[in-house]
């Protein structure tokens, strides 16, 4: 793991309020120089730990206010059909993050769509690609807390 002290700390948190803060501005933040800042920033995309910078979407204003969990089991664990179930999920655009489970849940997928149909669609996709034991979706009525903000 990277080292990062409460400098870089603090321009991570300004940095996830806002990618798009200046440089100017995120070093009167961090109380440091705008150069020494412009380092720190390059070391942690170098490192990794600044993976990238992107805008955030508000799915109701782009017609995809339909959240879906969608818990998966499978008979087949084997590393083959994971690479080809991995690929099937990874090629549909309305996955919108993708996890494999610990429990009895083997993969967890969250999907942005507009509507009911519109996942019936998703559905019928994966299906199609790779066998599944067991396909359980679940619909988000509302949304608490969506933050991408980690709590560093």
Same mark, same amino acid.
């Given at each position: 793991?990277?080292?990062?002290?409460?400098?870089?700390?603090?321009?991570?948190?300004?940095?996830?309020?806002?990618?798009?803060?200046?440089?100017?501005?995120?070093?009167?933040?961090?109380?440091?120089?705008?150069?020494?800042?412009?380092?720190?920033? @390059?070391?942690?995309?170098?490192?990794?730990?600044?993976?990238? =910078? /992107?805008?955030?979407?508000?799915?109701?204003? !782009?017609? *995809? #206010?339909?959240?879906?969990?969608?818990?998966?089991?499978?008979?087949?664990?084997?590393?083959?059909?994971?690479?080809?179930?991995?690929?099937?999920?990874?090629?549909?655009?309305?996955?919108?993050?993708?996890?494999?489970?610990?429990?009895?849940?083997?993969?967890?997928? @969250?999907?942005?769509?507009?509507?009911?149909?519109?996942?019936? =669609? /998703?559905?019928?996709?994966?299906?199609?690609? !790779?066998? *599944? #034991?067991?396909?359980?979706?679940?619909?988000?009525?509302?949304?608490?807390?969506?933050?991408?903000?980690?709590?560093?």
């Amino acid at each position: 793991m990277e080292k990062i002290d409460e400098t870089d700390r603090v321009l991570l948190r300004a940095l996830q309020i806002d990618g798009a803060t200046s440089l100017d501005s995120l070093a009167e933040i961090a109380s440091i120089s705008v150069n020494t800042c412009w380092r720190r920033i @390059k070391r942690m995309e170098e490192a990794g730990i600044l993976s990238k =910078r /992107v805008a955030l979407v508000d799915p109701d204003k !782009v017609g *995809l #206010a339909q959240t879906v969990f969608v818990a998966i089991r499978t008979r087949d664990h084997s590393a083959a059909w994971l690479e080809r179930f991995a690929g099937a999920v990874r090629a549909i655009p309305e996955v919108v993050e993708f996890y494999r489970m610990a429990g009895d849940v083997d993969y967890l997928l @969250k999907i942005q769509v507009g509507s009911v149909p519109d996942y019936d =669609r /998703v559905y019928k996709a994966l299906i199609a690609r !790779v066998d *599944l #034991a067991d396909v359980s979706a679940t619909f988000a009525m509302e949304c608490l807390k969506n933050t991408t903000e980690l709590p560093i």
